[in-house]
């Protein structure tokens, strides 16, 4: 998640770069490019976790959704069309990133004390990689170029892949791919399904100002 975070940051950290001095899109085209682009990106993730929990799997989901996402910075490296890259990368965004944490939280029962630890943990790797990328990507897009700034996203998305599939072991079964076989599930029970219409409220009010405010 580290090397995700990275490579998404670092887009959003040179993309209105690239778009008015590589492209000559005027300030206005870029910035609602920027701005549909990461609205869009809060709402492709409940299609996403969806896919993942239904049909593909949630490991499928993070490699197929990281595979898609470095396409979309490879594209965008080798000037490719902007709009089918960024759509790959938002596709794949969608795949990504409700999966990962869904991931790291079947390895734990929900009372089990390393639970909130290992996200605190996961949150800090978030944190870290967000940290790094305009330090990495801006330095490199203002010296070298604002594509090398892709190839930079691009990478860290590949050490993402590798130390997902290396670790991928030690995971548990996917719900999809292994139905069969028993995983831990939590009963609903009446307290949390009264709390699912709330739960629905709350998600339709982030997701309405996180695309308004982008």
Not at 76 to 83: D, I, Y
């Amino acid at each position: 998640e580290k090397w995700e975070a990275f490579s998404y940051v670092g887009l959003r950290t040179v993309l209105v770069y690239y778009l008015t001095q590589d492209l000559g899109y005027s300030t206005e085209d870029a910035s609602l490019i920027y701005g549909t682009f990461l609205g869009v990106a809060y709402v492709t993730p409940i299609l996403g976790g969806w896919i993942a929990d239904r049909f593909i799997g949630r490991s499928a989901a993070i490699v197929g959704g990281a595979l898609l996402k470095m396409a979309g910075y490879i594209g965008l490296l080798f000037g490719a069309n902007v709009t089918v890259c960024l759509a790959a990368i938002v596709i794949g965004n969608g795949l990504f990133l409700p999966t990962l944490p869904a991931t790291l939280g079947a390895l734990f029962s929900p009372n089990d004390p390393d639970r909130q630890r290992s996200f605190s943990f996961y949150y800090l790797a978030v944190s870290a990689g967000a940290l790094l990328a305009p330090l990495i990507c801006g330095t490199l897009g203002e010296n070298f170029g604002w594509r090398y700034s892709f190839l930079a996203s691009a990478t860290g998305l590949a050490a993402a892949i590798v130390i997902f599939l290396a670790g991928r072991h030690l995971l548990p079964p996917d719900r999809a791919a292994a139905a069969s076989q028993p995983i831990y599930e939590a009963p609903i029970g009446q307290t949390g399904r009264s709390v699912i219409p709330l739960l629905a409220c709350v998600l339709m009010a982030v997701i309405i100002l996180r695309v308004a405010y982008k």
